[in-house]
């Protein structure tokens, strides 16, 4: 079974920086998009950064200039870099990824269990 864990989360205040790691292990053969969301309790889980496996990347208006998503292909890792950090970034931000366990497979999404990010002013 594929599995993603993040860490790297934490409490951190107004202006400062975060990295957030998510590693990928399992049967993998190859990852294509990976994705970070971030979800506030009661809302829905939006997404904030996304990376292709040609590292195009795409992010939400609220982040950007400020978050930076990579990837390391030989580790089955996607990094988020988080700075000149607001309160309003505060949340749960989740690892998304669309794996092939097999040449032939199709690509089946899996998602991390949730890294707290708390945003102090």
């Known amino acids: 079974q594929v599995q993603l864990v993040e860490s790297g989360g934490g409490l951190v205040q107004a202006g400062g920086s975060l990295r957030l790691s998510c590693a990928a292990s399992?049967?993998?053969?190859?990852?294509?998009?990976m994705d970070w969301y971030r979800q506030v309790p009661g809302k829905q889980r939006d997404l904030v950064a996304y990376i292709n496996s040609g590292d195009i990347t795409n992010y939400a208006d609220s982040v950007k200039g400020r978050f930076t998503i990579f990837r390391d292909n030989a580790k089955n890792t996607v990094y988020l870099e988080m700075n000149s950090l607001k309160p309003e970034d505060t949340g749960v931000y989740y690892c998304?990824?669309?794996?092939?366990?097999?040449?032939?497979?199709?690509?089946?999404?899996?998602w991390g269990q949730g890294t707290q990010v708390t945003v102090s002013s």
């Open positions: 399992g049967p993998i053969f190859r990852i294509n998009a």
């Open positions: 998304h990824a669309a794996v092939q366990t097999t040449p032939l497979s199709s690509q089946v999404g899996y």
